[in-house]
């Protein structure tokens, strides 16, 4: 039973940052390609970045988020994480990690909330 645990979400005004956490345990998870995705408010869950098995090997973002946000992996700790800087309002979401590709993925967190807002 993969369990996937969101963390670091919070209120911060337009131009901050936040560094969002996950941490994976039941799989091995060192072999999977490893993603952020966020959902707004009656919108659809949409994928922000995602990080390839062997980490600095195959990196992608969202047009949205290039050049703001920086997804990184310690496959050793279990753990993905998302930089973002520069926030917007329209960044405001309820964050998520999971496998990519979204047709792979394993049980969804509790997911972490992102409220960018002055």
Not at 2 to 21: A, D, K, Y
Request: contains cysteine.
């Amino acid at each position: 039973q993969v369990q996937l645990v969101e963390s670091g979400g919070g209120l911060v005004q337009p131009g901050g940052s936040l560094r969002l956490s996950c941490a994976a345990s039941g799989t091995i998870f060192r072999v999977y390609t490893m993603a952020w995705y966020r959902q707004a408010p009656g919108k659809q869950r949409e994928l922000v970045a995602s990080i390839s098995s062997g980490g600095g090997g195959n990196i992608n973002y969202a047009d949205s988020v290039k050049g703001r946000f920086t997804i990184s992996r310690v496959n050793a700790k279990k753990m993905v994480y998302l930089e973002m800087i520069s926030l917007k309002a329209e960044d405001t979401a309820v964050y998520y990690c999971n496998r990519a590709p979204i047709e792979s993925a394993w049980s969804w967190g509790q997911g972490t909330q992102v409220t960018v807002s002055s």
